[in-house]
């Protein structure tokens, strides 16, 4: 490929941007079009400033909003400390705390301890989802 070529095919604009041809074709092909043939008949691109181009049509806007997290499913969500008191009222209701040494543990000791959060988790998934429906 020249450097002075001032036409290339949608392979060389995608090896050149560093994309697959089907990126390229989908710039194409969107609309409005991101990227434009300068020869529509042998569905040529025009080399100079494409790298540009491009990236101007596909970059993320800073001056575009950004959606923002509903109002209802905030209100709605447990916070962080009252999902763990849900988990440890579980796990306390299952374990004898009393029985267990202070760390470190065993294996299994740390498999029940895994598997008692993993009971308080579905609790509280239960919970969530009855404050949903409500």
């Known amino acids: 490929m020249s450097a002075t070529k001032t036409l290339i095919s949608v392979a060389e604009a995608a090896e050149i ?7 390229i074709y989908a710039a194409l092909n969107v609309s409005p079009p991101r990227l434009h043939y300068h020869d529509v008949r042998r569905r040529l691109l025009l080399r100079e400033g494409l790298e540009t181009r491009f990236a101007r049509s596909t970059r993320p806007r800073i001056d575009k909003p950004q959606a923002q997290a509903s109002q209802a499913k905030s209100k709605t969500t447990i916070d962080f400390e009252k999902q763990w008191e849900i988990i440890a009222e579980t796990a ?43």
């Open 17 to 23: 941007l560093g994309r697959s041809k089907s990126t």
């Open 92 to 134: 306390n209701k299952t374990l004898d705390c009393g029985a267990w040494s202070a760390p470190p543990w065993s294996g299994q000791q740390w498999a029940v301890l895994a598997g008692t959060i993993q009971v308080g988790m579905e609790d509280l998934i239960g919970e969530t989802e009855e404050a949903h429906t409500s």
